[in-house]
Protein backbone atom coordinates (compact mmCIF):
# COMPACT_ATOMS: atom_id res chain seq x y z
CA UNK A 1 0.00 0.00 0.00
CA UNK A 2 1.40 3.58 -1.17
CA UNK A 3 0.71 7.17 1.10
CA UNK A 4 1.82 10.48 -0.46
CA UNK A 5 3.21 12.64 2.36
CA UNK A 6 1.03 16.02 2.46
CA UNK A 7 3.79 18.02 0.39
CA UNK A 8 4.66 15.54 -2.06
CA UNK A 9 8.29 14.86 -0.76
CA UNK A 10 6.99 11.10 0.57
CA UNK A 11 5.89 8.57 -0.90
CA UNK A 12 5.37 5.96 2.00
CA UNK A 13 5.14 2.05 1.54
CA UNK A 14 3.26 0.17 4.19
CA UNK A 15 4.40 -3.49 4.60
CA UNK A 16 2.64 -6.00 6.65
CA UNK A 17 4.73 -9.58 7.16
CA UNK A 18 4.03 -12.82 9.02
CA UNK A 19 5.94 -12.62 12.38
CA UNK A 20 9.71 -14.49 11.73
CA UNK A 21 10.09 -14.83 15.45
CA UNK A 22 5.81 -15.61 16.86
CA UNK A 23 4.06 -17.85 14.31
CA UNK A 24 0.43 -16.69 13.59
CA UNK A 25 1.17 -13.04 14.34
CA UNK A 26 2.34 -9.75 12.28
CA UNK A 27 4.85 -7.20 12.21
CA UNK A 28 4.72 -4.03 10.03
CA UNK A 29 7.34 -1.35 8.31
CA UNK A 30 6.69 2.08 6.91
CA UNK A 31 9.27 2.93 3.83
CA UNK A 32 9.96 5.81 1.95
CA UNK A 33 11.18 5.11 -1.52
CA UNK A 34 12.66 1.75 0.00
CA UNK A 35 14.23 3.16 2.65
CA UNK A 36 13.00 2.23 6.15
CA UNK A 37 11.20 5.34 8.22
CA UNK A 38 9.47 2.60 10.96
CA UNK A 39 8.69 -0.36 11.90
CA UNK A 40 6.75 -2.52 14.57
CA UNK A 41 9.12 -3.46 17.55
CA UNK A 42 6.34 -6.42 18.66
CA UNK A 43 4.14 -8.81 16.91
CA UNK A 44 0.42 -8.16 16.11
CA UNK A 45 -2.00 -11.21 16.63
CA UNK A 46 -3.95 -10.41 13.20
CA UNK A 47 -2.66 -9.11 10.03
CA UNK A 48 -5.52 -6.56 10.18
CA UNK A 49 -4.40 -5.06 13.56
CA UNK A 50 -0.85 -5.04 12.43
CA UNK A 51 -1.91 -2.89 9.35
CA UNK A 52 -3.94 -0.45 11.24
CA UNK A 53 -1.25 0.78 13.77
CA UNK A 54 0.88 1.17 10.88
CA UNK A 55 -1.63 3.55 9.29
CA UNK A 56 -2.36 5.34 11.61
CA UNK A 57 1.65 5.67 11.66
CA UNK A 58 1.61 6.90 8.46
CA UNK A 59 -1.03 9.65 9.53
CA UNK A 60 1.15 10.74 12.12
CA UNK A 61 3.83 10.93 9.90
CA UNK A 62 1.88 12.69 7.15
CA UNK A 63 0.86 15.41 9.62
CA UNK A 64 4.80 15.68 10.54
CA UNK A 65 5.10 16.54 6.34
CA UNK A 66 2.19 19.79 6.48
CA UNK A 67 3.91 22.80 7.18
CA UNK A 68 3.35 24.90 10.55
CA UNK A 69 1.44 28.25 9.64
CA UNK A 70 2.36 30.78 12.18
CA UNK A 71 -1.05 33.19 12.79
Not at 10 to 35: C, M, N, Q
Not at 41 to 47: F, K, Q, T, V
Request: zero cysteines; aromatic letters at 8%; hydrophobic letters at 35%.
Amino acid sequence: MRLMGANGGHLYTVEVRPSRHEPGRFTWAIRDRGKLVRGSYRPYPSEGAARAIALAEVERLIGQDEPQVDD
